[in-house]
Structure formats: structure tokens, C-alpha cells
T-cell receptor, first 114, second 112 residues
């Protein structure tokens, strides 16, 4: 099965700085990699995703990069703001025989300090 | 309003007493899934369903059952709950597997 490792588990940055969260996956057959943000007491919400045929994707201050050879993908947040403080989860979708299993990383608690 | 609903939102029960957590979506989504969230472990998939009458095990299916008799509903059943099933549970739905999953508000379950 798939195994997704996420680092760091906690990250503290100053407002305006950049934040980078990294994930590795084990199964080269995985082909879809979403990132979810979960604010305190709220449900997870998708912020960006990338498919295996793309190396990089940007959406305003957020970008995701994918290195299929090395089996790792990263989330980049530029010009961080206090409202970026949350837990971020990466995930990898594995196409199993007849099914599609989504495996999440263990999360990164991002704190943006004023 | 497009949404995923779960009931109950909070539940305290005792070991061995069967319970069902309901999940319903009004977006005509094919794919539905159940997750549990525990501190330090992230979100772990319990079961998922690609379509009506099609369900499959996720990473932590032991002690749980699901059914998908209608497209909009995907209940999670704990036949004999145990304290290690104390957790925060999320239901989610999406048009297909390669799309955004819309999560429900969560159900906080405590098994004594």
C-alpha cells in the first residue's frame, strides 16, 4: 500500500516569510496529490492539487511542485499571513486493483507570527 | 446549498453498543469516503465508495462497516464500539477520485 511521510510536523514563520512543507510517497503508481488546509475546529478544505503529468502548479501565493522520480512533492506558501496559520495535510491517491485509495500525511501545524 | 452533512455531531457511548453515523451529500457525487482523525496520525481512510453498491476498504477498516444503497448516503456503522475508536470522524464526497473532496463537519465520538 501507499505510505506518505510529511515534514515538518510544526513550522513557525514570521509574517511575510515563505513556508515550505515536504511530503514523500512510496508507491510510484500514485498519480494525484492534493493539499488540504484545516483551521482549528474546522473541516479540511482543498487548497491546491497536482496530477502526475505536471511538475508544478501555482495559485496566487500557493504553489506545489512534484518530483516523480524522487517521489516527493512540496507545498510552497509565499508572503505568509496570519490567516495562513492552520494544519496542512498532503495526500497521495493510489490506483489499486479496482479501487482508488487516498492516503494522507500526518499534517504540519503552521504558525505565522506577527 | 451544496453540502455534506453528518449526524450526530457529538456522541458519547459505551463499549459494545452498536451505533451508526450518517452521512449525506446533495451534490450527486460518485465518490464518498470516511476518515478518522487522531492527534499525530493525520487523516486515515476507513472505507470508500466509488458508486452505489461499490465499497472498498481504506487503511483502517477494522471494526467498521459501511453501505452505499443510495448515491447520496454513506453511513458508517460500528457494530461493537471499543475505546480505541474514540476519534473525530469525517465523511467526504467528490465527483470522482481526482477532484476536490468536500468534507462534512465531523463527528466527535467518545467510547467509554
Amino acid at each position: 500500500g501507499e505510505n506518505v511521510e510529511q515534514h515538518p510536523s510544526t513550522l513557525s514563520v514570521q509574517e511575510g516569510d515563505s513556508a515550505v512543507i515536504k511530503c514523500t510517497y512510496s508507491d510510484s503508481a500514485s498519480n494525484y496529490f492534493p493539499w488540504y488546509k484545516q483551521e482549528l475546529g474546522k473541516r479540511p478544505q482543498l487548497i491546491i492539487d497536482i496530477r502526475s503529468n505536471v511538475g508544478e502548479k501555482k495559485d496566487q501565493r500557493i504553489a506545489v511542485t512534484l518530483n516523480k522520480t524522487a517521489k516527493h512533492f512540496s507545498l510552497h506558501i509565499t508572503e505568509t499571513q496570519p490567516e495562513d496559520s492552520a494544519v496542512y495535510f498532503c495526500a497521495a491517491l493510489l490506483l489499486t486493483g479496482g479501487g482508488n485509495k487516498l492516503t494522507f500525511g500526518t499534517g504540519t501545524q503552521l504558525k505565522v507570527e506577527l | 446549498e451544496a453540502q455534506v452533512t453528518q449526524n450526530p455531531r457529538y456522541l458519547i457511548t459505551v463499549t459494545g453498543k452498536k451505533l451508526t453515523v450518517t452521512c449525506s451529500q446533495n451534490m450527486n457525487h460518485e465518490y464518498m469516503s470516511w476518515y478518522r482523525q487522531d492527534p499525530g496520525l493525520g487523516l486515515r481512510q476507513i472505507y470508500y465508495s466509488m458508486n452505489v453498491e461499490v465499497t472498498d476498504k481504506g487503511d483502517v477498516p477494522e471494526g467498521y462497516k459501511v453501505s452505499r444503497k443510495e448515491k447520496r448516503n454513506f453511513p458508517l456503522i460500528l457494530e461493537s464500539p471499543s475505546p480505541n475508536q474514540t476519534s473525530l470522524y469525517f465523511c467526504a464526497s467528490s465527483p470522482d477520485t481526482h477532484n476536490e473532496q468536500f468534507f462534512g463537519p465531523g463527528t466527535r465520538l467518545t467510547v467509554l
